[in-house]
């Protein structure tokens, strides 16, 4: 059984910075990818960043410049650096590890249950 969970989230004035972790545990011997999405009321989930196990990154243009995703394989967590944070970036992020190969061994994909992002004055 391998679970992911969230940390970091919060309420942050616009221009702020948040810092979210997300670390998966379990019989993991591998993950091919790590990331994150976000779902804001009335919206569908999307895209935010991923990060593959040789550190190639990926970001939807809205948060380019802003967002930083990191990883530590060691420790299968992965981070989220939020700065200059807009009231547009207000969701639920959701941790996700793509192709999860565990010891057993078997491979799936995993969803964390999100952490509350708000960004308001």
């Known amino acids: 059984q391998v679970q992911l969970v969230e940390s970091g989230g919060g309420l942050v004035q616009p221009g702020g910075s948040l810092r979210l972790s997300c670390a998966a545990s379990?019989?993991?011997?591998?993950?091919?990818?790590m990331g994150w999405y976000r779902q804001a009321p009335g919206k569908q989930r999307g895209l935010v960043a991923t990060?593959?196990?040789?550190?190639?990154?990926n970001y939807v243009d809205s948060v380019k410049g802003r967002f930083t995703i990191s990883r530590d394989n060691a420790k299968n967590t992965v981070y989220l650096q939020m700065n200059s944070l807009k009231p547009e970036d207000t969701a639920v992020y959701h941790c996700y590890a793509d192709r999860v190969v565990t010891t057993t061994p078997d491979e799936y994909d995993y969803w964390g249950q999100g952490t509350q992002v708000t960004v308001s004055s």
């Open positions: 990060i593959t196990s040789d550190g190639t990154t």
């Open positions: 379990g019989s993991i011997f591998r993950i091919f990818a």
